[in-house]
């Protein structure tokens, strides 16, 4: 792999088939020299960037990758069960499923600090794959999906990406072939891999998950109210047309209450808001423009249907002044 973080000024923009498969052909060329006869252990969120790294690895090595999906919790509602659905059942990748759930959950109780949750669901991912690499023989790589932005952005905004806060005691080389692509260069290589729309199109969804959603301490029916929130969010831009337009649309949902009204008492429930954002390459983003009867009947599912939440806000601020995640 080409060891410096930098993108060469003559490296052309990624655009087109044929520019995709150069690049294909070029990093299985690479990753086959760097890991040999050895085996690659994947963390598989189901991401945009992680489904295009195993797509990658499976073509050039095989059953030498090693695909670790791990449920930390923090997923959104029902992506840990379609990510064993198109992995182990449709693509035939060597899958190891873990549900780590009550073991995050234990240890991000009562953290309120953004910079420390990264941490410590970073940390507690390499303890699982360590683990999980203690079981297997010939284990010698760790593979990542991370994208330039990422290293961009890496000094001073963000504290963990994808894996995270890696020990420096870690045993595994990294491999990670696409450190010098933009999140629209990736979309082109996946679809070039022959991944399915739904994957190569999908949001992009970041490594601690619902963690930097779920806003200050994690608690598990706040969480599990975001998550259903989230739920219909999607949902409903599904039935609108709304999700093929825009780049990310989640739910955040702060550690504060509001009083409201619900059958005909004071009802004390947390606010669910809206994120809609376009971008290129996650550096910079705008606000997408979401019908008012759209955002009604989100607001009115939402309201009735998710226990907890009581008001639905919209966040109107674009990147730059504000970041596309809330933590």
Known sequence: MQQNNVRPETMARITTPELAAAFIEEQVREIRAQVGDKQVLLALSGGVDSSVVAALLIKAIGKQLVCVHVNHGLMRKGESEQVIEVFRNGLDANLIYVDATDRFLDLLAGEADPEKKRKIIGNEFIKVFDEEAGKLSGISFLAQ???YPDILESHGVKAHHNVGGLP?????????????????????????LGLPDEMVFRQPFPGPGLGVRCLGAITRDRLHALREADAILREEFDKCGLAGKVWQYFVAVPDFKSVGVRDNKRYEGWPAIIRAVNTVDAMTATIEEIPYAVLHRITDRITHEVEGINRVLLDLTPKPIGTIEWE
């Open 145 to 147: 999906g991370t994208i």
């Open 168 to 192: 420096e005691d870690m045993e595994m080389e990294l491999v990670e072939p696409l450190k010098l692509l933009y999140k629209d260069e990736v979309r082109v290589v996946g679809k070039a």
